[in-house]
């Protein structure tokens, strides 16, 4: 953190397990996250649960902690809520570890915190155990959080990213790009004067309505790091099929595609945060597209490809020339670049 | 090489031109084309504007197109 | 709805018109090459090369400015990155490209302050507001790019910002073709030139490869239409026996390019010979800073020791680019150079003949 301002810091002394940490335990985050699993304060979180588990964690590491659409703490809660219902399992509970920078602004913690909590709320999940160390200056980049979760899935649910079978239609929930933009539009240069928000939301109430329609779905990703290329290469190969996509059918905002332009970039690698890609089959797409448009988070889906049989794992896009070509496996960060 | 992209000059100030792309906007220098006034549409590299934009001559482009395809696309853009 | 100067190049009934008009042609064999990383980048997006009738054959020339950057050049301002005090600034693309020891990624990961920017005025800018550090940005770029370098180096100069430095590494597209066009087995029939830095530099810059070397020439534009129709206009020069340079980019190119920022090109740069990874030495195609600008003249002001630089051996990229060798001819394809760790330009840019061979046939 290299800016300060009128309000208090964290100290390293809140990282000790003293009072200060009592304090800040009690004033942050069990007024926020409170309920009566984590109010208890017992070195585990005791839950009952009976079925098949999804059990997943995550780091969040982003810069700015604060950007258009969300910040870290928001970020951080549905990133594992999204990895647990692309199981397709139900997200119950989670567990939040917070490393945070000496000097960090506790207004900032607490605005973090709270973000976190309301997203806990929407996605219907209880945060029932945490940790928080401090680390000195320069150790870290302001805040780390780590989350792990977990969530049931249904009995007669069998999804995974091996599961893509030839002639299941591929389909996304809606724009792309947009977080990837939101993030990089807040960058030093970039200047747009125009905001691109992120699209970082929890999305396992779309998941249930998804599994309500059909249990016919296969195959569920959240396009996140490497973007929607990343994440049809990795089912391809998972599956052992050949996907190809309507390059022409993708849905973006125009702000989006114009920042693409302008900046060079390819939004098929830019991450997702509130994104998911299903894989259904055929005969049960509809059925699925259409509740999927019947929620917030799904409102903007549409069918973007079909899964091939293939020898070889690829990802196809069919251009707007009608031919075909490799998308690949991206490589690399995506930098505004100037050819 | 060479990214360039269409944008239209809203606003001008001192050879600092505030230019439109599909609903997205941010500053560009005019120090390359110090006769771009606002209206203009400009091709955008590196943050400066290096040329204008000729309307009558895409005009004329999407005309032959048109004309090749039987009339029967619009290209999107009449006007 | 008013022109957006994108989408109207982009209608599918155009494109699918314009690939029947390609595919009537009966002509013999063509080659085409295109010169500019932008026409590969458009070629590869819409998959027009997989369109392209079977006997239309596109090939990418030493088009990129950031993967022709030898790795001397690429050396040096590692060097001067990893100096005390220096934010070392650079376009995005800079970082993949390899040089002797590293590249850029790797350097920023032992230390160097390295800060990719959008435009060379967010490094003056940097510049401005580090006043206790110096702020040396990376060169990089055609005509098109070198008059914004050279706007930005004035700016430094006028106001006074002392602590801000170019290595200048700006190539010229002309000379090169030029080179291209003296190499004694060239297989090319016809080049698609670039549009971007026609701006600057005007169609006309083009003659001497027309006129001289009996190649035609087009000046075409970045979306599928403005490319399909450049490859007709190609096509009928080949077919017709004139070698011209002809204008498919109108809308953005005028008769005599941008004369102002070739004006300011030429008040702070001086053309030098200048060395092309994979080509070697071309005369007179590169540009250095002149006498007036030389206190913001990294290669003055920066001495650092690249006695240790050597272009990448056993690349073949002069020939793949002249269309003599495929690159399954070179002993280095697969085994050592892969996209992951490139060494000659055909491997570095992603879309380069190399790369291509490499994602498609394994
Ligand atoms: S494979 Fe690598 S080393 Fe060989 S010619 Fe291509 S770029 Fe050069």
Redesign the interface.
């Known amino acids: 953190m290299k800016t300060e301002r009128g309000g208090k810091n964290i100290l390293l002394a809140h990282g000790s397990g003293g009072r200060l940490t009592q304090e800040l335990i009690g004033s942050v985050f069990r007024r926020t996250l409170s309920n009566s699993i984590l109010d208890k304060m017992d070195d585990s979180a005791v839950v009952q649960l009976d079925g098949n588990l999804a059990f997943t964690i995550d780091s969040h590491v982003v810069s700015p902690l604060f950007f258009p659409g969300g910040d870290i703490g928001r970020l951080s809660l549905t990133g594992t809520v999204n990895d647990l219902a692309m199981a397709g399992a139900e997200p119950l509970y989670i567990c939040a570890a917070f490393v945070i920078e000496e000097g960090f602004p506790l207004d900032d913690l607490e605005r973090i915190v709270s973000s976190l909590g309301l997203a806990a709320g929407e996605a219907g999940v209880e945060v029932v155990a945490g940790d928080t160390k401090v680390v000195e200056r320069g150790a870290a980049d302001g805040m780390f959080i780590t989350t792990s979760g977990i969530g049931l899935i249904p009995a007669s649910v069998h999804i995974s990213a091996s599961a893509a079978r030839p002639g299941d239609a591929v389909i996304v929930s809606g724009t792309i790009g947009d977080h990837g933009i939101a993030i990089l539009s807040k960058r030093q240069g ?5 905001e ?1 928000k992120s699209d970082c939301a929890p999305l396992g109430g779309l998941v249930a309505s998804m599994l309500d329609a059909s249990r016919r779905v296969r195959t569920l990703r959240d396009p996140t790091r490497g973007g929607l290329a990343a994440t049809l290469n990795e089912i391809a190969a998972a599956s052992g099929v050949a996907i190809e996509v309507d390059e022409s059918s993708i849905p973006y905002r ?2 989006v ?3 693409c ?2 900046l ?1 970039l390819d939004p098929l690698v830019l991450a997702n945060e509130g994104k998911l890609v299903a894989f259904v089959a055929r005969r049960d797409a509809d059925k699925v597209l259409g509740a999927m448009r019947e929620h917030a988070y799904g409102a903007g889906a549409v069918i973007i490809g079909e899964v091939q049989e293939s020898e070889k794992p690829r990802v196809y896009l069919r251009t707007l020339l009608g031919s075909r070509r490799i998308l690949s496996m991206p490589t690399g960060e995506q930098l505004p ?3 | ?6 944008a239209k000059i809203t606003e001008m100030e001192n050879q600092i031109a ?1 230019v439109q ?7 560009a ?1 005019t ?4 006769d771009a006034a606002v209206g203009d ?1 400009v ?6 504007a ?6 009558e ?6 005309r032959l ?2 004309e ?2 039987g009339g ?2 619009s ?5 | ?9 982009r ?4 494109v ?3 690939l029947d ?1 390609l595919n009537e042609r009966r002509g013999a064999e063509l080659k085409i090459m295109e010169v ?3 026409h590969t980048m458009a070629i590869s997006r819409y998959g027009i090369r997989q369109a392209a009738p079977r006997g239309i054959t596109l090939i990418s020339g030493p ?4 993967c022709v950057t030898a790795n001397a050049d690429i050396d040096r301002f590692i060097e001067i990155a990893m100096l005390p005090g220096v934010i070392a600034t650079s ?1 995005g693309d800079m970082l993949r490209v390899p040089g002797t020891r590293m590249g850029l990624a790797e350097a920023r990961s032992r230390g160097a302050d390295v800060r990719i920017v ?5 490094a003056l800018k940097m510049a401005r507001d580090n006043p206790s550090k110096h702020v040396v940005f990376f060169g990089v ?2 005509e ?2 070198a ?2 370098v050279a ?1 930005t180096l004035l ?1 430094a100069h006028e106001q006074g910002i002392n602590n801000f430095f170019v290595q200048s590494v700006h190539k010229l597209v002309p000379p090169a073709l030029e080179a291209l066009c003296s190499m004694p087995d060239l297989d090319i029939d016809a080049f698609l030139c ?1 549009g ?2 026609s ?2 530099i005007g169609p006309q810059a083009y003659k001497p490869v027309a006129e001289e070397f009996g190649i035609p020439c087009v000046v075409a534009g970045f979306e599928p ?1 403005d490319v399909l ?1 450049s490859l007709i206009m190609l096509a009928a020069q080949v077919d017709e026996g004139r070698s011209e340079v002809e204008l498919q980019y ?5 008769p005599d390019g ?1 004369p ?2 070739m004006a ?1 090109l030429h008040s702070v740069f001086e053309p030098a010979d200048a060395e092309w990874r994979g080509l070697g030495i071309i005369p007179g195609s590169g540009l250095t800073i002149g006498d007036r600008f030389s206190s913001h003249d990294a290669s003055v002001r920066f001495q650092v020791d690249v006695s240790y630089s050597h272009e990448p051996r056993g690349c073949i990229c002069g020939e793949i680019l002249t269309g003599v060798h495929t690159p399954r001819q070179c002993k280095m394809f697969r085994k050592v150079c892969t996209p992951d760790h490139p060494l000659g330009p055909c491997m570095v840019s992603s879309e380069g003949t190399c790369a291509a061979y490499y994602q498609y046939e394994d």
């Open positions: 970039m200047d747009f004067q125009t691109i125009s702000e595609r114009a920042a332009e302008l060079g670049r100037i050819c | 090489m060479c990214l360039a992209v269409p505030t792309v599909g609903g997205l906007s941010r500053q220098s120090v390359l084309l110090p549409y091709l955008i590299h590196a943050g400066f290096i040329s204008l934009i000729d309307e001559q895409a005009l004329e482009t999407i197109f048109d090749m395809t029967m696309a290209g999107g853009g009449g006007a | 709805m008013p022109l957006t100067y994108l989408d109207e190049f209608s599918a009934p155009h699918q018109r314009l008009e500019c990383g932008t088009g990129c400015p950031v376009f959008y435009s060379p005025l967010d770029g055609f098109t790019t008059p914004t706007a700016e670039p971007h830095v701006a600057i239409v129709q109108s809308r953005g190119v005028r941008n102002q920022a300011l």
